[in-house]
């Protein structure tokens, strides 16, 4: 089951846990999953259908572009990630 | 403002030109005669990147008024390359990639050939000496002073 | 995709496609930009640290003679609460706005506040001195820790601290928030048997680069606008002018000139809402190039920081537990760069325990933004020190320290990324099989030797290419990354491989924000890696074209037509490319290979090391460089002269960061070295040659091996150049720069008098 690392400073949505295993096989299913074992997070994450653009989200370490669509596998690891580029 | 009338000599071809007496050599000639060539970096005789030669001598055109060009004889890198080709300098830097972002480039060719005229042989530590009036922020001067050291073989073995 | 050897191309040396003009002095640089009836910009700027505008009266200006329009923040459009997003996450557009151009307030010494064009300079300067600005001065904070205490001036009374997408409501001068934290560091300190603690300043830092900032725009009477600029990405120029000027980014052409240096701080835009503005007014182009004070007091700096490193290890060696606290400045507005600190903190080192806390201030300082590897030069410098204290501490020599808790594939940082197949502890063996390293330290009095590494985790983002196949084989390729530092051969090199041309038959050029697909910056260390990928990806889609022409000309099916070493082939029939181009006409007509990219994995992180060799006088306190040499993983070098370069470039900024470069204000708020004189960056005679080792861990995640170089080599300098020192005069300094002052003060008084001079 894929894992989703809750990032320090959203923990307390998700009651202090920073390893969450939730379903999905894209990175849709696993938000929708931890909207439902804590309501309240989805917000945090997700504005317009689209993950909100100073987030990151990283699966298996690599920063995905294709948002909420990106797939996940069986024992991927989710994470979110303030976005940042370079000079 | 009148203009004044400057006649003076710039690689090699007699030129004349109306400038205003505030006006800086350097921006006479990006300006009014287009030699964009010469850089500006600072504008005030720290950087090197608008470096020309005066009757033979390195300076910072920035700090020359350009009506102080009458009669003077004024090289810039423009004037490095021939129609055969260019410059054992100009070759070397790209040679040796001697230049990233290229703003200092003019600068540099102009001072050391300036140093070569003046010192055909010069040591690395006397290439550094003479070109630290000349700032590159991209290359870490390594490329450039090699360029110069392969230059100065190739000026003197054609000699 | 894996790199292979036998390259033809790849790992030549090549003289760049530009380089003629550039040693010509032909090559149009922003600065050169010509058209008729061009008039002159300049911009007036706030001498204050921080003030409120009561009144600007505009109208003595606008009667002098030869001045064709005079703007103020008041003629932009009007930003409200509109919130942007450019792709780095929402923002105010009014801050950005107001960045350009104030309208309330001023935020720091040099801010703008209006803007003149006219038939020349001059009558532009003159006319700035004519403009009247009425200001209420207000108290100023420029000191980050004096910006973070409660009461500190408020620069802006409405913005909340904000903490990972939530907003805590709570004003004041902290603009953000991050937290990484991993494993269990409160049990694992406690069980360590060494914890070192130590406390950090570095001053605020300029890119330096010799080009000032520059625009010249044409707002034309069908309301198309055209902009010409020195910017570090066309597309981002577009969109931010757009953004600040409301008007839809198809209207806006943004036409790429040469570029002098960049370095991070031109991919913000300063100048072109300006142009623009002034343009529509006068019914003319209008070109403004910055004077290199307002370069220094105007644009971005990159942050000045306070941090905290704590660490503690085993008597074995091993790292066990790591916390950061890093504070950095944001300069007048949020948007700041700490969390790239955040991620380059501890990340040549595998710990299984940490937390990292970090925070971007605003105070009157102008706006912070990129410079190479933003955050991990800072960073590098603080933890360094602190593993250089823990292999002391425990007896271990601090190279075999460092190899021992190397990262490595598959470590997990502290931010929670796992590292994919990358470099650091190749890079830092390259240290100890270096000649360098082999070779006896300096041993004489004062004399010492230092080592150091560094990261960069470098990013992919978008990019497009097309190639158009000419009729002699050769082959016009066009990209729109513009070019810093000769990636435009590099791009051609991986596009000339994947073919097997000559690379001198390939034409590369940058192309404006109309001729091509969107393409991010040129920043970010991405470009030989992302739009060189796409050069190759447009490669392979020409070679499936050209197949499919020779399998008409042949009358075959196209799966039997075969492409090997630069021949189409299929039986006894072959067309060389070159042959193959000449019939275009009779089999379709031309061909354009094209293709984007925006990878979704595999951008490699680089890591890059130092081993540096001083000589410290103890008179003076001035550091003489006598040996430096810089190793830098780069996956794949595809043209090893300019990566050697970038190698080069990045540690002498980086030494010059560590030993003299620092924003000095007085007491008014003021930037009191706004020159080259005084922001003193090293000269020719200040290095000496700096030896390069390219280290080739490649890339899984590109064609060819690639990974980004710009930056990481950037990041160590001040750390190893910190040691040296140490190991020079017994003193490890823990503030930046360590100027002579400094180091006199640092040898004269004890350690902890010394430790945390501030940098300014």
Known sequence: ?87 | MSKIHVQTTINEEATEFLCEPRQSLLEVLRETLGFTGTKEGCNDGNCGACSVTLDGVLIDSCLMLAVEAEGKTISTVEGLANPEGLHPIQQAFLEHAALQCGICTPGFLVASKALLDHNPEPSEHEIRHWLAGNLCRCTGYDKIVRAVLEAAQTVRASA | MSAGNGYKVIGTRPVRHDGVDKVTGRAVYGGDTRLSGLLYGQVLRSPHAHARIKAIDISKAQALPGVKAVLTGADLPKTGDTIVDLGEGPARLKYMSDNVLATDKTLYSGHPVAAVCASNVHIAEEALDLIEVEYEVLEAVLDLREAMKEGAPQLHPDMTTQEFGEDTGRTSNLATHFQHKLGDPDTAFASADVVIEREFNTATVHQGYIEPHNATAMWNADGQITIWTSTQGSFAARAQTGAVLDIPVSKIKVVPQEIGGGFGGKIPIYLEPIAAMLSKTSGQPVKLIMTRPAVFESTGPTPGSHIKIKMGANKDGKIVAAEAYIAFESGAYPGGLVGAAAMCVFSCYDIANGLIDCYDVVLNKPRSFAYRAPGSTQACFATEHVVELLAAELGIDPLEFRLRNSATTGTRRIDGVVYPKMGCKEVLEAIRDSEHYKSAAPSGPNQGRGISVGYWFNVGLQSACTASVNTDGTVSLSEGSTDIGGSRTSIAMQFAETLCLDVDDVRAQVVDTDSIGHTDVTGGSRVTYATGWAAYKSALDVQAQMCERAAQLWEVEVDQVAFEEGVFSSGDKSYTFKELSGHLDETGGPVIGRATVNPDSGVGGSFAANIADVEVDPDTGKVQVLRFTVIQDAGKAIHPSYVEGQMQGGSAQGIGWALNEEYYYNKDGQLDNSSYLDYRIPTSLDLPMIETIIVEVPNPGHPFGVRGVGEANIAPPPAAMAGAIADAIGVRLQALPMKPSNILAATQASESDAALAAGG
């Open chain 1, 1 to 87: 089951m894929p894992v989703a690392w809750i990032p320090s400073l959203m923990q307390k949505l998700t009651e202090g846990h920073q390893q969450i295993p939730v379903e999905g096989s894209t990175v849709r299913q696993v938000v929708e999953a931890l909207e439902s074992l804590y309501p309240g997070f989805k917000d945090r994450i997700v504005e317009h259908d689209r993950i909100r653009t100073e987030i990151a989200v990283a699966v298996d370490g690599e920063v995905v572009t294709s948002g909420l669509r990106a797939r996940v596998g069986a024992e991927s690891e989710v994470h979110f990630l303030p976005a940042l580029a370079g000079g």
